[in-house]
């Protein structure tokens, strides 16, 4: 039988999530430019919709998550309702490839290091540290019982900075039980705390905060700038 950390009430505003500000602004569409006319832009439109998975989960056709879940007509919905349709195909921590989460930090430092970590990982990859790219900090409140990994050894697996399987496992379970979500130490970020939310209904206030500039020349520590 998995053992179930214990529920935790939290009261939790101005919690920090980043994403690239290319998916936060308001813009015209990048199919514009490629349209000779309004019909043509009108089937591209089609053609991107077709494999947009946000779209595709509002429309009840994604198996991780069903259309009665996402949320509707609130301030930056769509934004909320992509983190839980475009799930990495690996999965994150506490999510598998079929459903995402909405992972924040408990401050803005905790969710820069998460970010400039992974980031980090992908240009030694490639062997290559020279980027610049800006991520918008998304601020969320959050008022509901989250179960709690915070000090509590027998869940030291499911932080392994090296392995998502155990905390994969441990998601599931809690999601098939109806949790919330998970309160947890960052792996990343020494005395930070994160958040994995399972619910959108539950993400409440989003709105736009500072938009920080990440800059990698040659050394594996970027330059970090509010613009």
Not at 9 to 25: E, G, V
Not at 72 to 89: E, H, Q, S, V
Not at 105 to 125: D, N, Q, R
């Amino acid at each position: 039988m998995t053992l179930v950390p214990t529920l935790t009430p939290l009261r939790q505003y101005d919690t920090c999530r980043l994403i690239p500000s290319r998916f936060a602004d308001v813009e015209d569409s990048v199919l514009a430019p490629l349209a000779e006319d309004d019909a043509m832009l009108r089937d591209l439109f089609d053609l991107d919709n077709a494999t947009n998975e946000r779209l595709r989960g509002e429309s009840g056709l994604l198996p991780g998550i069903g259309m009665d879940e996402l949320v509707f007509g609130l301030p930056n919905f769509r934004i909320i309702n992509a983190a839980f349709t475009y799930a990495r195909p690996e999965g994150s921590r506490f999510n598998d490839g079929e459903r995402g989460a909405w992972y924040c930090g408990f401050s803005a430092e905790t969710s820069l290091a998460e970010v400039i970590f992974h980031k980090t990982v992908e240009y030694s990859e490639i062997d290559r540290f020279d980027d610049s790219t800006s991520y918008q900090c998304l601020l969320a409140d959050f008022s509901a019982s989250f179960h709690d990994l915070r000090g509590i050894d027998a869940y030291r697996d499911c932080l392994d900075p090296r392995s998502y399987v155990a905390s994969q496992a441990l998601a599931a379970d809690l999601l098939e039980a109806g949790s919330m979500g998970l309160i947890y130490p960052s792996v990343r970020h020494a005395g930070g705390t994160c958040l994995a939310c399972f619910r959108p209904a539950l993400v409440g206030n989003v709105r736009k905060a500072q938009t920080y500039r990440l800059t990698w020349a040659g050394s594996p520590h970027p330059a970090v700038e509010i613009l």
